[in-house]
C-alpha cells in the first residue's frame, strides 16, 4: 500500500498553478476560465474590452486565436459563422514594425486611418486565402502584389501596396535596420476600401462574419505616449467608420484601462455601450486557480479520491461550495487562526487589489505559485497542502514584483515610487503628496490623479480623486515601495 505521506509529498510537487502570463501557458486550453465576461465578449455588438494589465485579455485572445476549437466549443455555437483574424497591430515584427511607420510618416500623404485600412484588408484577406477563399477582384490583386504564399513583412508590403494605399512613394526610402532602399514606381489600380468591399460581399454570400481580434496594442511605441495615442485613437475611429460600412466586417480590440482613459478622439462616446471591463469575482479567482491545478491527472484523481466523484466534473460546472471545497484542500483556510481572522482567499485578494479596487488573476496565480515553492521546502501540510505560513510569505515578493512590473510599465513615475521608500505609514495627506511630487518632472497634481486613477498606487480614502484630503497606499504595494510597517503585512 502507498504511504500516504509519500502520496501528499508527490501531490505537492505535481501542483502547479501554470504561469502568469497568457503568452506562455502552452496548455491554456485545458486552464481557460469561461466567466460571464466571455460570454458578453461573444455578444456582436461588443467592440471594446477594457481591463489592467494582468486582467486575463491576452488568456482570451491566445484562447481565440490559438486554440479556435476550444473557443467554438465554449461559445456554444455564438461563433460557428465567424472567422476569427489574429490583429497585433503593428507590434508583429513578421508584419509591420513601428520604427519603420515612422518613417512612412515623413511621406507627406501619411495618415493613420489610411495605414490601419490597408492593415485590415491585408488581414483579412491574407486571412480568408488561408481558409481557401477565391476571390478574383481587388482582393486577388492584392493578395498577389504581396505574394501570399511568402511571408508578410514591411519591405515587401511597402513596395507593392504603399503607392496605392499611401500616396506616391518616393524614389528612396531610409529604415532604421535595412538603410536606404529602393522602393519601385509601379502603381496598380486597387485600394484598401475595394478590398474590403469585395471581401465583406464574399462573407455575405456566405453567411459568415469576420471578427478582428486586437491585442497587444498597448505595446505600440514604446516611450512613445503620445504617438502610441494617436495610432490608438485612429484605429478605434476606424473600427467604427469599418462597420458602419462592412456589416459582415467586425472588430474586438482588447486595450488596458489606463490607455483608453487617455485617448480622445470625435464619437468616444460611441463606445459607451459597446464596451466590457474585465471583472473577477472571488467565486471565479477561486475557480481559476482551481481549474489550472486539476489541469494535472494525478492531482485532480487525488482530490477526486480525497473529496468525491464532484471533482471529475468542469470547474465551470461546480457550485461555489465544491470549488471552496478543492480551494480550502489546497490552501489552508485562515493565514492567521481566530474566529475573526479573515479566510485565506480574502486574505489573498486583500493584498492583490489596486487602488481603483480591481484585482485581477495575475497575482493570485503569483501568490498560488510562490506559496507553493515555499511549501515545498518542508513539504506538505498536515491538512491543506500549502500552510498559512506560506501564503503569508509569499506576500513580501508579490508586493515586490508587482512594484517592478509597474516601474517598468510607468517609468516616469520612478522618482515618485522612490519617495515612498522608508516611510512608516501608508496614508499620506494631499499636501504630503504633493510636497513629495514637486519638482519630479509631471505636475504633481496629475500625478496624484493618475497614480489614483490609472495606476492604483493611491486610493482616495474619503471621496473622489478631485476631492479626497488623503491618500492610501493599498497594502498590494507597500512592501514592493519599501513602506515599512510593523506588524502583519
Known sequence: MSNPANIKLNVLNDLSFGFVDAESEEDLNIKFLKTTDFEEFLKPEISLVLGSKGAGKSALFKLLTKFDFIARKLANGALNEVTIVEATGFNDVSEIDTESILELQKNPDFDYAKLWRLYFAVKLAKKL??????????????????????????????????????????????????????????????????????????????????????????????????????????LLVECKNCQDKYSHIRFKVLLRTDIWAQLEFINKT????????IAWSENDLAAMLVKRVLANANVRGYFADLLGSFVRKDVEGMSEAEVDEIFYSIFEGQIYKGPKEAKTLSWMIERSTDGTGCVYPRELIMYAQISKQKQSSSGPGGGALIEGASIRDAYYEVSEARCNNYLAEFPWYSQHFKKFSGATKTEFSRDELLAMFDGLGLEAEEAIKDLATNVGVLKPVRGSVHT????????????????????RP
Request: avoid cysteine; aromatic fraction near 8%.
Open 129 to 234: 486565402a488561408a481558409q481557401g477563399v477565391k476571390t478574383k477582384g481587388a482582393a486577388a490583386i492584392l493578395l498577389k502584389d504581396l505574394k501570399a504564399e511568402k511571408d508578410f513583412r514591411l519591405l515587401p508590403l511597402l513596395t507593392s501596396v504603399w503607392e496605392k494605399i499611401i500616396g506616391r512613394a518616393p524614389k528612396k526610402v531610409t529604415f532604421p535596420i535595412f538603410g536606404e532602399l529602393q522602393i519601385g514606381s509601379k502603381t496598380v489600380d486597387v485600394s484598401a476600401a475595394e478590398v474590403l468591399t469585395e471581401l465583406n460581399s464574399e462573407l455575405a454570400s456566405r453567411n459568415q462574419k469576420a471578427w478582428l481580434v486586437f491585442d497587444r496594442i498597448d505595446e505600440l511605441f514604446a516611450g512613445r505616449p503620445e504617438e502610441r495615442k494617436r495610432a490608438i485613437s485612429s
Open 270 to 277: 460611441h463606445y459607451s455601450d459597446k464596451t466590457i471591463k
Open 468 to 487: 479626497a484630503e488623503t491618500f492610501q497606499i493599498p497594502k498590494l504595494y507597500v512592501y514592493g515601495l519599501g513602506i515599512t510597517i510593523r506588524g
